[in-house]
């Protein structure tokens, strides 16, 4: 399962709620599609775009009282096939052991965070890089990554 958006918070007195969608698949909100939650499954009755999120109507959320105990919480669905036309898709680099343009192990990706100038692969130490600096990768298994010199200074893994 992947993380595809999270409830922000109530909108209006109809059960209706903003939804941030972190899927650039913005069909995973259509009418019928059902997502996963902790709490268990949520079927998609309507949706809308507003202001870079969606206005979401949920089958399990009546109104805005019910909406209000489902602030924050994380929505999920099944992986699809993504084209391969080089597009980085977080999940597919999650896992996967950084190499430098010298050959030279950095660690494995924990996470990719979210970010206005450029996505940034979180490694297990903490550590960052811009996405904007993967060159290649094999799904799960390698990220290849060319850095300017000094960003990884830490004498490999």
Known sequence: MLEV???DRPHGLTGEVVVTLLST???????GSVLSSDRGPLTVRSSRPHQHRFLVRFDRIPD????????GV????EAVDEPDDGTLWAHRLIGATVIDQHGTRHGTVRSVIDNPASDLLELEDGRLIPAVFVVGNVAGSEVRV????GLLDDGGV
Do not use: F, K, Q, Y
Request: net charge negative; glycine share 4%; charged share 40%.
């Open 5 to 7: 958006g999270r409830i």
């Open 74 to 77: 994380d929505l999920s669905a």
């Open 25 to 31: 698949r913005p069909e995973r909100l259509a009418p």
């Open 146 to 149: 060319e850095v300017p010199d």
């Open 64 to 71: 805005c009282d019910s909406a209000e105990e489902w602030r």
